[in-house]
Nanobody, 120 residues
Framework: QVQLIESGGGLVQAGGSLRLSCAGS????????MGWFRQTHEKEREIVSA????????YYADSVKGRFTISRDNAKNTVYLQMSSLKPEDTAVYYC?????????????WGQGTQVTVSS
């Protein structure tokens, strides 16, 4: 019984910043790793970043390294994705996900997605 609620998407100019939030609920939520994925009609859903719920390890796709930062606040059962130096190619629907394996596995739970549009 894990529910994920995303927020923070929107329209931003290239070079700008945006912070996505994913609020989770459920008794087993804290046991899961969390991740952010993105998808467009032209591309398959791809992993953007991930973090163990304890925060002990993180992962970033090569395309976002140095620009995005994932973090979590266990007290609020919330995961964040701070996106900086945004590029038009970052435009996509971003999904929050939870699971025992996120990077090399299939997440068990997904949020509804939030649109991020980067204009040039």
């Amino acid at each position: 019984q894990v529910q994920l609620i995303e927020s923070g998407g929107g329209l931003v100019q290239a070079g700008g910043s945006l912070r996505l939030s994913c609020a989770g609920s459920g008794r087993t939520f804290s046991s899961y790793a969390m991740g952010w994925f993105r998808q467009t009609h032209e591309k398959e859903r791809e992993i953007v970043s991930a973090i163990s719920w304890s925060g002990g390890s993180t992962y970033y796709a090569d395309s976002v390294k140095g620009r995005f930062t994932i973090s979590r606040d266990n007290a609020k059962n919330t995961v964040y994705l701070q996106m900086s130096s945004l590029k038009p190619e970052d435009t996509a629907v971003y999904y929050c996900a939870a699971g025992y394996r996120v990077v090399f596995g299939t997440p068990d739970y997904w949020g509804q997605g939030t649109q991020v549009t980067v204009s040039s």
